[in-house]
Nanobody, 123 residues
Framework: VQLQASGGGLVQTGDSLRLSCTDS????????VAWFRQAPGKEREFVAA????????SYSDSVKGRFTISRDNAKNTVSLQMNSLKPEDSAVYFC?????????????????WGRGTLVTVSS
């Protein structure tokens, strides 16, 4: 598994961004995938996860109702649609793949991590 996150950028409060995570080795279609984020000086935190089929998703309370995680296994891509962005959403966003098919909010359940993509939301 070799993950790559993309789509970050500088936006204003209320704007939207769509992050993408691809697996260049095309091996994560059977695994749950999650997004985590880490702001400067803060611990990495769970954002959203999706199971291998895309039928089950979970979100942190801070993004529920604003962010949507989805996947297209044919395109080997997991996306995170982020709407109504707030300054507190500013962070480096990482995608991570599990060895399991079901979701988890624990970073320890995701052994495969890609480089992050920076999201900055200005007020």
């Amino acid at each position: 598994v070799q993950l790559q996150a993309s789509g970050g950028g500088l936006v204003q409060t209320g704007d939207s961004l769509r992050l993408s995570c691809t697996d260049s080795r095309r091996t994560f279609s059977n695994n749950a995938v999650a997004w985590f984020r880490q702001a400067p000086g803060k611990e990495r935190e769970f954002v959203a996860a999706i199971n291998w089929r895309g039928a089950s998703t979970s979100y942190s309370d801070s993004v529920k109702g604003r962010f949507t995680i989805s996947r297209d296994n044919a395109k080997n891509t997991v996306s995170l649609q982020m709407n109504s962005l707030k300054p507190e959403d500013s962070a480096v966003y990482f995608c991570a793949s599990s060895r399991r098919s079901s979701t988890s909010s624990s970073s320890s359940d995701y052994p495969y991590w890609g480089r992050g993509t920076l999201v900055t939301v200005s007020s």
